[in-house]
């Protein structure tokens, strides 16, 4: 989560010129990943918790 944090930084300092990620204002599109990522992981070890 801390990498793709630090990655969606640099696209607003500097654009990575990624497909999809061409203009600085797309780092909006790296940050909702990371919210995807997080939520995703919370339920997985909440599923897996009682195993």
Not at 22 to 43: H, N, P, Q, Y
């Amino acid at each position: 989560m801390l990498l793709l944090l630090l990655v969606a930084t640099v696209q607003v300092i500097k654009p990575l010129g990624w497909p999809g990620l061409k203009k600085r204002s797309d780092a909006w599109k790296l940050v909702a990943g990371v919210v995807a990522v997080t939520f995703v992981s919370v339920i997985l070890s909440a599923a897996f918790q009682g195993f």
